[in-house]
């Protein structure tokens, strides 16, 4: 007669089986409210929130979590925020709880986000291990206040503090707000007033044509508390009296010539004016003074001109403007530096163009004119000031002379060169380097210094020097430098007249394109007694050079080095003061897992057939009975007998040796019943090795309320232990064996005592 199991045992039973091993004891969470707002927990308040207005300064919030059922021991609780509108689609988490499992009441800490801004926040809780989710709460105010100083509005946002602005013949006018970064300025919401009435707009810039008194303050809804208002400016209405200049007779003038006065079209001895040339005010704002007299004497007279008009009743207005020109006007250029040196029993030349018609010339020193200077070109011999006035003798404005810039000529004391590298150079790296003169300053008798290299260049010859060692054929402006051979500190020094000059110095350390390649004898260190030979190819004989392992020094005498350490090994060889470095060799310590097999644990095989097993990882392989006869080289064996085998595999010259135990497949089935009475029969619930001693294998057993009484891979046919402790006479358990993939085998232990 077979014994029942009870109700509940049968129950658990036939679920367990239906859902497979992957069964997870249910556990269940329910919230029994909302997250609640609570007292703050750290500075001892007693009060709870009713909106949350946080900022730089404050920004702590508490909640209280109610909840009932079981909690796993993976379990977290979760507290999420809704967006502005109460949607939980994208949700925010505030924070995260892993220590409440066993707590059905506590306070959840939070800060709010900066960019949280809204009064339609809405919170939850959820778990995890039971997933559950609590009901939302009532909607809050939240907002977190990361700008509370004064707003600044501005027309069209230009920045200015304009305090009234007119608005003409119903034109709008656009106030924006201007000192918040663009990055953020449209993420907020604005309360924008009208003589002290709300308007409804609520972006960072409104368009009106209303007269009145407008101000902003950022909208923090019920957090907006006293925020600050901004400026203030007043809009108001007036007429446009299409202000323009009446056109002139005449546009052209020659210097010193009368000209016409400019006038406004409108005429108005209440109305204010203020005239305008190239943007700049010449003259000031006058009631009345609707016109302006061009002053041609002034020899920047020709401009475009324009007159605002201001008035009660009308809008101010700005002309279109008026271009009066220079009739004589032409122009006069010097080709020649503004800089030049003439050196003393020397001349040198300067010249000008110009467009005037049958110019004149007069060539000028120190502003003293110099007798029969009247060509474009003049050759001078002393220092001064120059500068040529060209009169123009034919066309219109005949009588019109206009200076060149001036040209300063110095006579120095002495010179001073400069020199620099003239193509990209980085020490030891770059293979090559040309150096150049590239500044040559006159050196003046107050202690100044002109550049002068664009004039004075090609008066210097000039002698290269390595060292104090002169350089021979090197005699232009610059230097090649192509090998390293050449490395060392280079000068120049160079030659004009009486004078003399000298550079600074410059160091060239130029690398080398040789390559430097070492190699090693093996690269796996077997133990103290091996050793392995680095060497290179490179001639070592009369360099100097260092071995070195992780970047210390080992030796730098043996041109073959003997490795008796793991390391990284390099050598270096010194050209100059730059290295010449080689590649890296690591030698790695004998590590026995580099030798692979493709099985898992022991070979099993039915008896009667064969087991192919493959080795990787090893550079020889030699297969061993127990007798220690060689039955196999190579990186694979087949097995036909059960037995003990061993295999020797070599990684260079070190040598790995694996035990291999080879045993026929058991063919009887799992057991059901077990008896663990201590008589040495059958007091251990042992399974078929096909799935003992896997580790990818996972054996699983449960006692009747689900509860794991075993999780193990390898399992090693050893449950129960002699310690297992069973609180019934006849218990029923149950297991599971699986991999990976898929579930194996399942089913009872029966365990007698």
């Avoid at 970064?181 to 924008?192: G, L, R, V």
């Avoid at 324009?306 to 207005?317: A, F, L, S």
């Avoid at 300067?350 to 003293?368: I, K």
């Avoid at 990818?696 to 129960?720: C, F, H, M, S």
Wanted: contains cysteine; proline residues 4%; negative net charge.
């Amino acid at each position: 007669m077979k014994t029942k199991l009870p109700h509940a045992t049968s129950v658990f039973l036939i679920v367990f089986l239906f859902i497979g091993a992957s069964q997870v004891f249910a556990q269940t969470i329910a919230f029994t409210d909302p997250p609640m707002p609570a007292p703050n927990q750290n500075n001892g308040s007693t009060n709870v929130w009713p909106r949350a207005c946080a900022s730089s300064a404050f920004n702590d919030y508490f909640v209280t979590v109610n909840w009932v059922g079981t909690a796993n021991t993976n379990n977290e609780f979760i507290l999420e925020l809704s967006n502005n509108s109460g949607s939980f689609s994208a949700p925010t988490e505030l924070d995260r709880v892993t220590d409440k499992n066993s707590n059905f009441e506590f306070f959840m800490n939070f800060v709010l986000p900066t960019n949280t801004r809204g009064n339609g926040y809405k919170m939850r809780v959820r778990s995890t291990s039971p997933a559950a989710t609590s009901t939302a709460s009532d909607a809050y105010a939240m907002y977190y206040l990361s700008f509370n100083s004064n707003l600044h509005i501005s027309p069209n946002g230009d920045g200015t503090t304009p305090g009234n602005v007119q608005a003409c013949d119903g034109s709008s006018v656009t106030l924006t707000v201007d000192n918040l970064p663009a990055s953020s300025i449209n993420t907020y919401q604005y309360a924008w007033y009208r003589s002290g009435t709300r308007l409804t707009e609520t972006g960072p810039s409104i368009q009106t044509t209303g007269t009145g008194d407008y101000y902003v303050y950022v909208d923090y809804g019920d957090c907006t508390g006293s925020n600050p208002e901004s400026n203030h400016i007043v809009i108001n209405i007036g007429t446009s009296v299409d202000i323009s200049i009446n056109t002139p007779s005449n546009t052209a003038f020659c210097a010193g010539e009368t000209a016409e006065t400019l006038q406004a079209n409108v005429q108005n001895s209440n109305y204010s004016y203020t005239w305008y040339k190239d943007g700049v005010q010449v003259q000031a704002k006058q009631i009345g003074g609707f016109t302006y007299a061009i002053n041609t004497n002034d020899a920047t007279f020709a401009g475009s001109y324009t007159v605002k008009v201001e008035g009660p009743g009308i809008c101010t207005e700005t002309s279109s403007p008026i271009n009066i020109t220079n009739a004589g006007a032409f122009t006069v250029s010097k080709t020649n530096a503004d800089s030049m040196v003439v050196l003393p029993e020397q001349t040198t030349t300067l010249n000008a163009t110009t467009t005037a018609n049958s110019p004149n010339y007069q060539w000028y020193r120190n502003s003293t004119a110099i007798p029969n200077s009247n060509t474009s070109s003049l050759e001078i011999s002393q220092a001064g000031t120059y500068y040529v006035a060209v009169t123009q003798t034919g066309g219109t404005c005949s009588s019109t002379t206009i200076n060149s810039e001036r040209t300063e000529v110095v006579s120095p004391n002495s010179f001073r060169f400069e020199i620099d590298y003239a193509t990209a150079y980085e020490s030891c790296s770059s293979s090559s380097i040309v150096l150049e003169v590239n500044q040559i300053y006159a050196e003046l008798t107050d202690g100044s210094e002109i550049d002068v290299t664009s004039d004075s260049a090609t008066n210097f010859t000039y002698q290269w020097k390595k060292g104090a060692a002169s350089i021979a054929s090197e005699n232009s402006q610059s230097i090649s430098l192509t090998s390293n051979t050449e490395n060392g500190n280079y000068s120049v020094e160079g030659v004009s007249g009486s004078f003399n000059a000298t550079s600074n110095s410059l160091p060239v350390q130029l690398g080398t394109n040789e390559t430097l390649t070492i190699t090693s004898t093996s690269t796996v260190y077997c133990s103290a007694s091996d050793s392995i030979v680095l060497s290179s190819t490179t001639n070592l004989t009369g360099e100097d050079f260092v071995w070195e392992r992780n970047g210390t020094t080992v030796n730098n005498t043996e041109i073959e080095l003997i490795a008796t350490q793991p390391g990284t090994y390099r050598l270096v060889v010194e050209k100059g003061i730059c290295p010449l470095t080689s590649n890296e060799i690591t030698i790695a310590p004998l590590d026995p897992n580099l030798i692979t097999l493709d099985i898992d644990g022991d070979v099993i095989f039915p008896e009667g057939s064969s087991k192919t097993v493959n080795a990787n990882g090893g550079t020889a392989y030699r297969w061993l009975n127990a007798n220690s006869v060689e039955i196999a080289t190579g990186p694979s064996v087949t097995f036909t007998e059960e037995g003990n085998y061993v295999l020797i595999a070599n990684i260079d010259n070190c040598e790995i040796s694996k035990s291999i135990e080879v045993t026929y497949l058991d063919l009887f089935n799992i057991p059901n019943v077990i008896t663990p009475n201590g008589d040495g029969s059958n007091d251990q619930w042992v399974i078929p090795n096909s799935y003992s001693n896997k580790s990818d294998v996972r054996v699983t057993i449960y006692n009747a309320k689900g509860v794991e009484v075993l999780n193990n891979t390898n399992y090693q046919n050893n449950w129960p232990e002699s310690s297992t402790a069973f609180n019934a006479q006849n218990q029923v358990f149950y297991y599971v064996i699986k991999n990976a993939t898929e579930t194996l085998k399942q089913g009872t232990i029966t365990v007698i005592r």
